[in-house]
Structure formats: structure tokens, C-alpha cells
């Protein structure tokens, strides 16, 4: 029976996990990474893979530094190492050792949006598909021969969360269509063309931050490419306006960039830099929870006045 180690960490990587276990394959070993503070009080909360396999009676390893640890999984002995968004770079020695090879999950078509946050930047660039890859993993970032794809659409409504689970779930189908020929020898795996790469890095501090002199739909996209995480923000008073959902909208303006020119029952109406608009339904004014539209404009909103600007920092 093949022998294969899984390292993961996110939700993602779950599905990939469930699946493999549903279809009776041998994980002798989960490798994900260290438990990590999280919250506002700082609780040491497990990766969701350990949690997933642990329940399911699976070893698991976290290394902080995989590179300067991987001799514990090299005993384990793979025939095969598969990855999903586990989020260190593999190390040489480890790439080599399974007779089978490593691949990795990756949610994107390769060779577009190689790095560690292609989802958002398929939402942030307006994609009307994207998908997922599975290919052998070598030293290059993503850059390794193609074993299989699937292709998914992307709808209006979707934003970053609803995106990830649909690719998670298609991750875990594909790798499931891929493995018995990826065993038995019978696979062809294609050569990515490395002049058609595109990248997607990972989200800095600060790139959250809305430019509403951009076009409109560029606009959307950055709000429905940072929700539910890390999250699109401008500022209000002077103070941070998180921005969780937000559609285009048919109304047009004259007004400065960032000018909120209406507000309606589903939120506030912006103007963008191109004179077109986005309507925001759902945000989180700064020290308060966050609230639709409507809620908004019945509260805390009512002091928002048509004809402010949003977007400009006091602080």
C-alpha cells in the first residue's frame, strides 16, 4: 500500500484530507504547522488539519522550520508527500525522497497566479474562472510540471470564503481523479510554460486599503478579494471603515473618488474614479461589530452625511 505523508494546514487542506482517508489510502502522517495564538485574548489554536486528524487517529508533526526538521518525516518513509496549502518552503532532501515524488494542491491554473494568495488575486483581478492544479513540487515556487486541472466558474456573489471552499472541494476531487494513475505509473505530466506565469504574493499590511480613484470594478473586486480575510478597509473620520461586501451599482457621479453620493436600504453608495459606483453592504465602523447595509444607515450611519469623502486618514 502506498505510503503518504500529507502537509497542510488551513481548511483547505482539509477536504484533501477527507477525502483520502474516505477513499481508504495509508496517511501514515499529518505535517502541519505549529499551534498559534489567535484572537484577541491570544489562544493557542490548532491548524483546522491537525484537528482533522487527530480525530481521525493520524500522527501529526509541526515543525517550526521544516527545512531544519524534515529527517523526522523521512522517517516515516514516503512513497509519496502531499501538499495543500501548507505555507513553508520544502527542502530539497525532502522533495527527493518519495519514489513517487511530491505534488502539491494548488488553487489556481497554473502557470497563473503562482504564491501563496491566488484566490484573491483571481477575485481582485475580476476572473470569471479560475481553478485548481495538481503538479509535482520542485525548489521554484509552483513551478512544477502539471500532472491535472479543473476548471471552476467564478459568480458575482462569490467573495475570497465562498471561493476557497468551492476550490477546496474541488482540490480534494481532483486529487482523487489523479491518484491511481500518479500510482501505477500511467500519468503524463505537462511543462508549465513559464512565460505566461503570473504571480500572487502573499497580502502585506496596508494592501487592504481601498483606492477609490480606481475604476469601479476594480474597486469590487479588491473588497470581494479581501473578504472575509484579510479584509478591504478605508477611513471615516479619520478612523478605519472595514469594508466586507459591497456590489456594483448603477449610479453614476461627478463627485471625488471616495464621495459617498447615496445611501440606500442595502448600504452606502460610493463613486469610483471611473464615475461609476459601488454600494457597500456590508461593513464594521472602527470599535463596533460588523453589520449589513441597512443596520449601518439605521445606527451608527445616520451621522454619515452624502458628500463626504471616505478614504481620508486624519491620524
Known amino acids: 500500500m502506498t505510503n503518504i505523508v500529507l502537509m497542510g494546514t488551513p481548511d483547505f487542506s482539509v477536504p484533501v484530507l477527507n477525502r483520502l482517508i474516505e477513499e481508504g489510502y495509508n496517511i ?5 504547522q505549529p499551534d498559534r495564538p489567535k484572537g484577541r485574548k491570544k489562544i493557542l489554536t490548532p491548524p483546522p488539519l491537525k484537528e482533522a486528524a487527530e480525530a481521525s487517529g493520524i500522527p501529526v508533526f509541526q515543525p517550526e522550520k521544516v527545512k531544519k526538521e524534515y529527517q523526522k518525516i523521512l522517517e516515516y518513509d514516503p512513497d509519496l508527500i502531499i501538499t495543500a496549502a501548507y505555507g513553508q518552503i520544502l527542502p530539497k532532501g525532502l522533495l527527493d525522497y518519495p519514489r513517487l515524488g511530491a505534488i502539491n494542491v494548488h488553487a489556481s491554473l497554473l502557470p497563473e497566479y503562482r504564491g501563496a494568495a491566488p484566490i484573491h488575486y483571481a477575485l481582485m483581478d475580476g476572473r470569471k474562472e479560475t481553478g485548481v492544479t495538481i503538479m509535482y513540487m520542485v525548489p521554484e515556487l509552483d513551478a512544477g510540471d502539471m500532472l491535472s486541472a479543473k476548471r471552476i466558474n467564478v459568480n458575482e456573489e462569490d467573495d475570497v470564503g465562498s471561493l476557497h471552499d468551492k476550490l477546496a472541494q474541488t482540490g ?23 512565460s505566461k506565469a503570473t504571480f500572487a504574493p502573499t497580502i502585506k499590511r496596508g494592501e487592504e486599503l481601498v483606492d477609490f480613484s480606481r475604476p469601479r470594478d476594480v474597486v469590487w473586486g479588491h473588497i470581494r478579494g479581501m473578504s472575509p480575510w484579510p479584509v478591504a478597509y478605508t477611513y471615516w473620520g479619520g478612523k478605519p471603515l472595514k469594508l466586507w461586501a459591497a456590489q456594483k451599482y448603477d449610479q453614476t457621479g461627478s463627485q471625488a473618488p471616495g464621495t459617498v453620493i447615496d445611501k440606500t436600504k442595502e448600504g452606502i453608495v460610493v463613486v469610483c474614479g471611473d464615475g461609476n459606483s459601488v454600494v457597500i453592504t456590508e461593513l464594521q465602523p472602527s470599535g463596533k461589530k460588523r453589520m449589513d447595509g441597512t443596520s449601518f444607515i439605521n445606527g451608527i450611519g445616520q ?13
Do not use: H, K, W
Open 303 to 315: 451621522t454619515m452625511e452624502i458628500g463626504e469623502v471616505l478614504g481620508e486618514n486624519d491620524e
Open 172 to 194: 480534494a476531487e481532483l486529487l482523487s481523479e489523479t491518484l491511481p494513475s500518479l500510482i501505477n505509473g500511467t500519468i503524463e505530466a505537462e511543462e508549465q510554460d513559464a
Open 28 to 32: 501514515s502522517l499529518v505535517v502541519t
